[in-house]
């Protein structure tokens, strides 16, 4: 099985932008599809993007789209979230998730691997 490990997170202004890195080891990257989900304090676990195994199709959620890019390098089994003009509503820990299916889904249920996870704090 696949092991994540989430880096990137931080704190940063509003407007500002951070790029998130999702680490695989124990088995290749390209195995999985992967997604990032996050989690703001007493709220649910969200869906945010993402991306296929080839990164050929994306997905994002509305709140995320033009703002927001994921994106993968197979060859360093390394995802990616690129987060710019960043709001104080983006603050949460962000995790990426690898699913072992073919749909660039939203769902929880379509990942079966999970990161610890990243914080990100956007400050007003």
């Known amino acids: 099985q696949v092991q994540l490990v989430e880096s990137g997170g931080g704190l940063v202004q509003a407007g500002g932008s951070l790029r998130l890195s999702c680490a695989a080891s124990?088995?290749?990257?390209?195995?999985?599809?992967v997604g990032w989900f996050r989690q703001a304090p007493g709220k649910e676990r969200e869906f945010v993007a993402a991306?296929?195994?080839?990164?050929?199709?994306?997905r994002y959620a509305d709140s995320v789209k033009g703002r927001f890019t994921i994106s993968r390098d197979n060859a360093k089994n390394t995802g990616y979230l690129h987060m710019n003009s960043l709001k104080p509503e983006d603050t949460a820990s962000y995790s990426c998730?690898?699913?072992?299916?073919?749909?660039?889904?939203?769902?929880?249920?379509?990942?079966?691997?999970w990161g610890q996870g990243t914080q990100v704090t956007v400050s007003s």
């Open positions: 998730a690898g699913g072992l299916g073919f749909l660039v889904g939203s769902a929880r249920s379509q990942y079966t691997y």
């Open positions: 124990g088995r290749t990257l390209s195995d999985y599809i």
């Open positions: 991306i296929s195994r080839n990164g050929g199709s994306t």
